[in-house]
């Protein structure tokens, strides 16, 4: 199949515009996890919360988007059961499974699922769209990452929220807008929205 075929198939994502086989897929989940992972590793302390700021979210959400649900799923499952089998490549260089901040791990794992799913409804092609599914991927990560940080450190939910939440809603924005203007500006260049 070539490449122009693909391209032009509803349902596809960026993913999907390179040959078709099980090497690129392979090498696009563990690229995913590998991105991911580095994007850890921009790390900023937010005082009171055991939660830094870091890239990984942006990382996750936008692997999700253009490697669509199945792609993106395996790519944030292999980051997560790599880190948890010891390599230090989670937020700060920690691995492990008992951190505080491992909720959001596994909110990335849902979070990827519903992003990929809506890429591939088409929702990584316009700034709105683009927008909406940022904004949904970020919720499904607190969703599960604010219980986890409460039940793991022994908070209430409001101390978890104000500590694994609030602070964060200004970069994620950030993030989000990033995003709105990469991933619809990446299929317009490439002339295939």
Request: hydrophobic content about 55%.
């Amino acid at each position: 199949m070539s490449t122009a075929s693909v391209s032009f198939r509803p349902g596809a994502v960026l993913a999907d515009l390179l040959p078709a086989s099980r090497v690129r897929d392979i090498a696009l989940v563990a690229g995913g996890a590998a991105l991911t992972g580095l994007a850890a590793q921009i790390a900023v302390p937010v005082p009171g919360s055991p939660v830094p700021v870091t890239g990984q979210t942006f990382a996750a959400l936008l692997v999700a988007a253009a490697f669509g649900a199945r792609r993106g799923f395996l790519s944030l499952a292999l980051y997560a059961l790599v880190g948890m089998a010891g390599v230090p490549w989670f937020a700060n260089g920690t691995s492990g499974a008992g951190g505080a901040s491992f909720g959001y791990v596994l909110g990335m794992l849902l979070a990827a699922t519903v992003v990929g799913a809506l890429a591939r409804r088409g929702a990584d092609r316009s700034v709105l769209r683009t927008g909406g599914a940022m904004v949904l991927g970020s919720a499904l990560i607190y969703a599960v990452g604010v219980p986890y940080l409460a039940l793991s450190t022994g908070m209430s939910f409001g101390a978890a929220v104000a500590a694994g939440l609030t602070p964060f809603l200004i970069g994620d924005a950030l993030k989000a807008a990033l995003a709105m203007g990469l991933l619809p500006a990446t299929w317009k260049l490439l002339g295939r929205a």
